[in-house]
């Protein structure tokens, strides 16, 4: 009886909240200059469409089948600019489709909400949502089946293989927590491992591993405080890492309307978990880190009881801005830890410049590798005392963590890479960059928009294949190759 009585008070506090935060996000002030998520590059597309027989430049190589997905936010009405978080939009997915050298289709697809199937004039999907049922930050398959997913507590968004919303998700009701925008794949089990959060739950996560079926098969709570936001995770072969940074959950930025309610938080201990994958996740060991973000991590490994990962580590994370990610800086660093914990971790610096989205040959998953691809930064000052993060510069990055050596391939002027993905040539690894790195390219002076796809071990050289794709899609967040069979 306690626990129900306990469920109601919390349920209609959480009404409150949210009808304060509501009053609040009404009296907000527009910014005095153009949103820098609502205008430029980032500017939001208002349809759908299909696209046959897209035109290619070079040649697609025949190994290729299947598609290349891409998500991001974007609003499917027009957005309040005093009030609008770039983190918050709603999801829309793109799609190739390539097969036999050929690119066959282009789909881009709003993931039905119910406020996407309310504006559209549809019927709502069904399924379970959670208290927002936007997905809009990542787009995998597994288990033979799409998802458009998101953290924070929204639940995975199931799609067909044209981007359709079939249902709202959460692995055939087997997932009774959060989700992550971030599963990992471990190639040995074939299993996704997350860590996972819930805004506003202060004082726990969750380690969340699916099951080859895609049924969710370990669901372990891991002790936190202050609510912090955990974006990413990394797996080794005996740990799952848990980035306990300083952006945690913000009643204050909640009741004044932020629509992403996180912010820097001097007073949480920055620290890494390493979180026992096989045992129980309230035996995870910390080590403690000098305060900084990492939304992203590219591989980790084990080596003579450390274990390394490497990052993209940004000074700070929304201390100032109400409209996205502000870092002053970021870097390319590896980070190294004692296994059995209670120590601090050592950084190192690989490359100082502003950069984002690493992304590595994933056969290497849990092994000593060598390459990683990112994209670098633009910070753009946007007004006195606020910088916004723009993924706006022009340049890919190759990094041989081995060697030390940075291969730079520059677009040109008004040329804008996203994320790119790295896709094998083969089952076997003979060399770690056999295969192709892919990904879109915005042409801004054009307005339209490039698949490229490079070899990866011909880094600099002509691209095997462009894609060309008439319009401006504005960046997102992640994509993945999804093979056909």
Known sequence: MANVIAKSIKKNVLKSVVAIAEFNRNRRAAPDRPHPYLTGIHKPMKDENTIENLQVTGSIPPALDGRYMRIGPNPVKEENPADY????????????????????????????????????GEER???????????????????????????????????????????????????????????????????????????????????VIVDVNGKVRK???????HGPSIHDCAITDNYILVFDLPVTFSMK?????????????DNHRARVGLCPRNGSAADTVWNDVDPCYVFHPANAY???????????????????????????????????MDCNGGGKVERTILHDIGQEFPRYN?????????????????????????????????????HDVVSGSVLTRDFGADR????????PRGDKVDREDDGWVMGL?????????????????????????????????????????????
């Not at 804008?416 to 896709?423: C, D, K, L, N, W």
């Open 441 to 485: 390219v915005v042409d801004m002076k054009e307005q339209t928009s490039e698949l490229h796809i490079l070899n990866a071990d011909d880094f600099m050289g002509e691209a095997q294949a462009i894609i060309h794709i008439p319009h401006h899609i504005p960046p997102g967040f992640h994509g993945n190759w999804a093979a056909a069979s």
């Open 253 to 265: 930025e909640l009741l004044a309307g932020a629509r992403f309610p996180y912010a820097w938080n």
């Open 416 to 423: 804008h890479p996203g994320e790119f993905v790295f896709i």
């Open 302 to 336: 084990e080596k003579d009881g450390k274990v390394i990962v490497d990052v993209v580590a940004h000074e700070s994370m929304f201390k100032t801005s109400k409209f996205g990610p502000d870092s002053p800086k970021s870097r390319l660093e590896r980070w190294t």
């Open 362 to 398: 994933e056969q290497m998953t849990c092994k000593d590798y060598r390459y990683i691809y990112s994209i670098a930064l633009a910070s753009n000052v946007v007004g006195d005392d606020m910088i916004e993060m723009n993924v706006e510069d022009t340049r890919l990055f190759k």
């Open 125 to 207: 999907k069904p399924g379970r949502r959670s208290r927002s049922d936007i997905a809009n930050t990542n787009i995998i398959q597994h288990a033979g089946r799409t998802y458009a997913i998101v953290e924070a507590g929204g639940l995975p968004v199931e799609l067909d293989n044209a981007l359709e919303t079939i249902a709202h998700n959460p692995f055939d009701e087997t997932l009774d927590t959060s989700f992550s925008a971030h599963p990992h794949l471990d190639p040995k089990t074939g299993e996704l491992h997350a860590i996972c959060y819930d805004a506003p739950v202060m004082d726990k996560v969750w380690h």
């Open 219 to 225: 669901q372990d709570p891991i002790k936190v405080e």
């Open 85 to 120: 978080h770039w983190f918050a939009g709603e999801g829309m997915g793109h799609a190739i489709r390539i097969k036999d050298g050929q690119a066959l289709w282009y789909h881009n697809r709003w993931m039905r909400s119910n406020a996407v199937s309310d504006a559209l």
